[in-house]
């Protein structure tokens, strides 16, 4: 296991997504309104969209027609070419329930740092 | 080989054959003429009108209603198992006076529960709706749903609102209730999405654009979801289509599943664990059509056979399906299809 120094934690905010560079790869950090770090692949695995460019929300669900509710806020990223939902905690599609998969990475924050483990 | 046959249709020799079982002032309105009953909008092109030509009584004339001569060309020839009785009088196709429309549609159950469904136990019932007034129509749902022989409800396709909207929920409710089967069929007022074009050949090859919407929007506005027990059958909808619809509404999901978050699977899973097909018109496949059409499917629990007699565009049992396919693919299509859809056993010899 290898621990790379990404950025430092103030950086990373809620509601948005921080790209970072490791190596050639593109990893996008976000915070959720716990305070946790998450670290996920900036690319789609639908059809390689850069996912920097989606939209940072809430997960919509319902039991009744033509109603509305979100939860889950900060935590479900949308592709910016096709809309597909990813909770950014599990990597798991929402629409699909795990059968296309955003890749994760492990967090670790030390000194106000951010360290992505691989 | 057992025989399921899903869609056969019964019929009266007219209007006035429901007098005896219409409620007043209703029955006073046939009684005197001031309705006659529907008239398609279109001329038959076919030989035998809307039905086979041979379908005939004794002295030559087109035969519209009668068991005896169904048995004979239908039932005892191709030794059936069973006949799932749809009819072809659907009330819903009456656009104002819901009140006759309700009805007309209790009087015609009756009528047929006591000229068609008593004289052969072969015969499987469906309860004619009016579903332009949806709380009649679960109303009647009640009432005819512990006749033995009921094992589903006719949902006839018109032109205007499409069956996903909320105002259908209480038959839906009702079905369900009583565990009965919900069966799409178009009627002479189905339309494709630029109506019916010019011509009859056009408004039927485009009846299966019609069965698409519903489908549509059935699943989409939640009705798969807000009834999980209840299951649907398209008849003479046409089924080849449906692999292009699972894959289309996988992708309409996978991209905009927060319009309609109520909807809690991919719509194919819905497809694929709710809704059958009744095989007429078969479409004249081959053999190796067919095998592909049902791998491209995902499943070989889809088809449900029906000839459509009397009507013009008839499959026949022993001609329409290839003999060619794997006998256990058939007995799926003739018999176990159908028999899990209605949840029936093998008839005693």
Redesign the interface.
């Known amino acids: 296991m290898t621990r790379h120094l990404v950025c430092r934690a103030d950086q990373v905010v809620g509601n948005a997504v921080l790209p970072v560079m490791l190596g050639r790869g593109k990893i996008l950090l976000t915070r959720l309104p716990s305070g946790e770090i998450k670290a996920i692949a900036s690319r789609c695995p ?1 059809q390689g969209a850069d996912l920097q460019h989606g939209c940072l929300t809430g997960h ?10 979100i939860d889950r806020p900060g935590q479900i990223l ?1 592709c910016p070419w ?4 990813f909770d950014v905690c599990s990597g798991e ?4 329930h795990g059968k ?1 998969r955003l890749r994760g990475f492990d967090v670790e924050i030390e000194n106000g740092d951010v360290f992505i483990v691989m | 080989m057992l025989l399921l046959d899903a869609d056969v249709h019964e019929s009266f020799s007219g209007i006035r054959d429901l007098i005896p079982y219409l409620a007043e002032p209703y029955r006073e309105w046939i009684a005197r003429g001031a309705w006659r009953g529907f008239s398609q909008p279109f001329a038959y092109t076919s030989p035998g009108s809307g039905n086979r030509a041979d379908v005939r009584n004794a002295d030559g004339s087109a035969s519209v209603s009668d068991y005896g001569l169904m048995r004979d060309q239908l039932l005892k020839p191709y030794n059936h198992s069973y006949a799932v009785l749809t009819g072809y009088f659907y009330p819903t196709m009456l656009k104002l006076q819901y009140g006759l429309g309700s009805a007309l549609a209790a009087a015609y159950n009756d009528y047929v529960a006591e000229h068609w469904l008593a004289k052969d136990k072969r015969f499987i019932g469906s309860i004619q709706i009016n579903a332009r007034d949806p709380e009649g129509a679960a109303r009647e749902i009640d009432r005819m749903a512990a006749h033995p022989q009921i094992k589903q409800v006719m949902l006839p396709v018109v032109d205007d609102i499409a069956y996903g909207h ?1 105002q259908y929920r209480p038959i839906f409710a009702a079905a369900e209730r009583h565990g009965l089967v919900i069966a799409l069929h178009h009627t002479i007022l189905a339309v494709g999405p630029f109506g019916m074009g010019l011509h009859y050949i056009e408004r039927h090859a485009l009846l299966p654009t019609s069965m698409m919407a519903e489908v549509i929007s059935l699943i989409l ?2 009705v798969f979801d ?1 009834y999980p027990s209840l299951r649907f059958i398209i008849l003479e909808g046409g089924f080849s289509w449906l692999p292009h619809l699972m894959w289309r509404m996988d992708r309409e ?6 319009e ?3 909807v809690k699977k ?1 719509p194919s899973q819905h497809m694929r664990e709710r809704l059958r097909f009744s095989t007429q018109p078969a479409e004249d496949l081959s053999g190796d059509q067919w095998m592909k059409l049902i791998d491209l499917m995902g499943s070989d629990e889809y088809l449900v056979f029906s000839t459509d007699y009397p009507h013009f565009d008839f499959d026949d049992p022993e001609m329409s399906i290839p003999r060619s396919l794997p006998d256990d693919l058939k007995e799926k299509i003739f018999w176990k299809n159908g028999a899990a859809l209605y949840n029936l056993t093998a008839p005693a010899q």
Do not use: I, K, M
């Open positions: 639908h919509v669900h319902s039991d009744e027609p033509n109603v509305l509710l949308r096709h809309g597909f939902e599609s929402v629409a699909d296309l | 909320p506005n939640g807000g999901y996978r991209q905009g599943r927060v309609v978050p109520w991919l």
